[in-house]
């Protein structure tokens, strides 16, 4: 009954050091979404994925990479990471696209300094 | 442009009093609106998703209504609770395959 599993929940990155963020599901999803919720900001999609091995853009995909080898898995990298970046990142997956509903992960807060 | 405006930013109630929270877009073609309730610490979780041919769907204590000529939604949660203390948020999807697009929220405090 796990649904969407982020890891980890909190990190603290030096400006240029690179990380991985890790989103799970285990509700056999097709879609998969990578979100990043800011102050005074609504969520705003940075990569998606609608099916294993396939990648898209969202809406600000500038400085994230993205990886889904398997179904399950969706995996958002910083390469290089810096102060803007700051921000609490959400998974989330739906079973075909938008006109279905979304499974949100708890989020990962992440701080570069 | 594509979007989704919530009101009040914040609000606070007394526990057991009722509050409705409103929701304007923009988005065209429209498929369906949902509301997502966010807890501190925590990620958005589902309350009610309607298609344009729904006028009203509930959720135990939540009642969304959509207006989709007016393009205006609103969230009513009746005899409110302490555990309603959160961030609603008002999510429009356009078009089958185009991106959700997310409202701020409207943050409801509920005092005993």
């Known amino acids: 009954n796990a649904g969407v599993t982020q890891t980890p929940k909190f990190r603290v990155l030096k400006t240029g050091q690179s990380m991985t963020l890790l989103c799970a599901q285990d509700?056999?999803?097709?879609?998969m979404y990578w979100y990043r919720q800011d102050p005074g900001m609504g969520l705003r999609l940075i990569h998606y994925s609608v099916g294993e091995g396939t990648t898209a853009k969202g809406e600000v995909p500038d400085g994230y990479n993205v990886s889904r080898l398997k179904k399950q898995n969706f995996l958002l990298g910083l390469e290089s990471a810096a102060p803007s970046q700051t921000s609490v990142y959400f998974c989330a997956s739906s079973p075909w696209g938008t006109d279905y509903g979304y499974t949100f992960g708890s989020g990962t807060r992440l701080t570069v300094v | 442009k594509n979007q989704v405006e919530q009101s009040p930013q914040s609000l606070i109630i007394l526990e057991g009093k009722n509050c409705t929270l409103q929701c304007n877009y923009t988005v065209s073609p429209f498929s369906n609106l949902r509301w997502y309730k966010q807890d501190t610490g925590r990620g958005p979780v589902s309350l009610t998703i309607?298609?344009?041919?729904?006028n009203t769907k509930s959720n135990g204590r939540y009642t969304a209504t959509l207006d989709a000529d007016t393009k205006q939604s609103s969230l009513h949660i009746t005899a409110s609770q302490l555990s309603d203390s959160a961030s609603y948020i008002c999510v429009v999807s356009g078009q089958a395959g185009t991106a959700l697009i997310f409202g701020k929220g409207t943050t409801l405090s509920v005092s005993s």
């Open positions: 509700m056999n999803h097709e879609y």
């Open positions: 309607m298609t344009f041919s729904e």
